[in-house]
């Protein structure tokens, strides 16, 4: 969601036109993959992560414009990473530039995103207000959610308009889980409740399938044991509420599309995939357009002459798609590739915790979409399904059906089986041992603990319940800014003090 929409893009909107363009993307992409020029270099990854901004109160601070400009007094062009808004004025976004994992390369992602988090919370200081990787905003009420509580950037205004329209009725947050939410809203202020974390993983186009295919199986696992979001306006709901969240906050179906069964578009998807292209198409087949972005390229007459196409309608189209593990084309260099962005976990809780997030999901998913075995030909994709919302639901005491395991409590296979699998696949990789050990033994310190961001956070509010008599709110409050405090520590989640 990085690309501003002009002014001139608004004036020229034509939705007959862009799905004509839409097509012609699709058909250029598939002239690019017939005569393989899609990069096929050694696997290139890259991280994105969502903050929220705090006031010193605890309450969500609507001042990303702030924070951003101070970033930006020091961020040139040899910095680290580049910061923009995210949807809400109290988010903002951080991509780091794509790398290779071999040698002490996670350990350098950790050490870099430390530097960066450090930079921000300098910059959140002269603001007034506290940075914090979380993953729902625990303080963030139904009272919040207006319209002037977007960013300002014209993307996000034009984003809402879009699925209002779309929608023709208030969005509905409707969910039960230890307690319940029931609230519409006239905007789609609630998805800017949610911050992430994403993984980018390019791989070889003629492996898409596998990999993608993959890391939907992995999707599950990946939830139990990094789940970081379990309040929403006030309330305990699932242990990774952002799912849920992120289902309803964007759905443009009307009453009657849902009752027919057409597709979210904020979904785990429909069935294992045979190319790249599978996804694509469903993004045509089901998905209306929301942003407007109708380019001069003809992108089959730039393939047909040896170039490369931006494919910009297709990339745009497919940006306002928002699957947990999205295709991605993208240029670097003037090579175009295919990259798997995996976006199925929430922001934070320290760099740590989210380098051994990555170093299991890189390498469950090198492991296992290598393998000439793949895990989709041993587990239905209803189960995965299933596995995916079970875990966004019930965290890091989640249930996984499993090839050969049937039902298992996610901690004992990732203990019995899966830490030894994703060290095999940090090595072919190139990961330094010392790496790998260190971060797995973060995921393994967290099922034998029982200790994950969701879980944390439970234990801290009910504490400041019962044993400091404070309210709900109050309470609420006192857990995101000892959250925000112990984050800035660094230690892992699982050591953190209650």
């Known amino acids: 969601m990085g690309d501003e929409v002009s002014g001139s893009a608004l004036a020229h909107w034509n939705q007959s036109a862009y799905r004509a363009k839409l097509q012609a993307g699709r058909e250029a992409l598939a002239q ?16 994105e992560l969502e ?3 705090l006031e010193r109160s605890g309450d969500p601070a609507f001042a990303n414009e702030a924070v951003l400009q101070y970033l930006h007094t020091t961020v040139d062009e040899e910095a680290l990473y580049s910061a923009q808004h995210e949807l809400g004025a109290f988010n903002i976004e951080l991509n780091l530039p794509p790398r290779m994992l071999d040698g002490a390369g996670v350990s350098w992602y950790e050490s870099d995103l430390a530097v960066i988090l450090s930079e921000v919370r300098e910059a959140a200081d002269k603001a007034g207000v506290h940075c914090c990787p979380i993953g729902t905003m625990p303080t963030l009420f139904t009272g919040h959610m207006r319209i002037d509580s977007l960013s300002s950037a014209k993307r996000y205004r034009v984003l809402n308009d879009g699925i209002m329209a779309a929608r023709g009725e208030d969005v509905h947050i409707d969910i039960t889980g230890a307690e319940s939410v029931d609230f519409s809203c006239p905007n789609i202020a609630p998805e800017s409740a949610n911050t992430s974390v994403q993984f980018h993983l390019q791989v070889d186009p003629d492996g898409f399938h596998r990999y993608w295919n993959t890391a939907q199986a992995l999707a599950g696992i990946q939830v139990a044991l990094g789940a970081n979001s379990p309040y929403l306006f006030g309330r305990q709901l699932w242990a990774e509420t952002r799912i849920v969240l992120f289902e309803q906050g964007t759905d443009t179906r009307r009453a009657d599309e849902r009752a027919a069964g057409a597709m979210p578009r904020a979904w785990f998807g429909e069935r294992w995939i045979d190319s790249a292209l599978d996804l694509f198409d469903e993004n045509y087949r089901h998905f209306a357009p929301l942003l407007p972005l109708c380019g001069n390229e003809d992108p089959l007459a730039v393939v047909a002459d040896g170039g490369v196409p931006s494919l910009q309608e297709l990339r745009f189209h497919n940006g306002t798609i928002y699957r947990w593990n999205r295709p991605v084309y993208d240029i670097r260099a003037g090579r175009p590739h295919l990259r798997v962005e995996n976006r199925v976990l929430p922001a934070g809780p320290t760099p740590v915790d989210i380098c051994a997030n990555m170093a299991l999901f890189y390498g469950l998913t090198v492991y296992f979409a290598e393998r000439d075995e793949q895990l989709s030909d041993g587990l239905d994709f209803a189960d995965a399904t299933a596995n995916f919302h079970a875990a966004a639901r019930h965290g890091i005491q989640a249930d996984q059906v499993w090839p050969g395991r049937g039902r ?10 899966l830490l030894p699998l994703a060290a095999e696949g940090l090595a072919s990789l190139g990961v330094v041992r010392g790496d790998a050990e260190r971060f797995l033994g973060v995921i393994e310190q967290r099922c034998r603990r029982g200790v994950n961001g969701a879980s944390w956070q439970v234990a801290r509010v009910q504490v400041a319940e019962h044993r400091q008599r404070l309210e709900r709110g109050d309470a609420l409050r006192a857990m995101v800014l000892d959250y925000a405090a112990q984050s800035a520590d660094g230690r892992p989640v699982h050591e953190w003090e209650v």
Do not use: H
Not at 33 to 45: E, Q, S, V
Not at 408 to 417: D, G, K, S
């Open 32 to 47: 690019l993959l017939a005569d393989r020029r899609l990069d096929r270099g050694r696997p290139l990854t890259g991280i």
């Open 408 to 417: 298992v409590p996610a901690r004992t296979l990732v203990l019995e089986e």
């Open 51 to 53: 903050l929220d901004l």
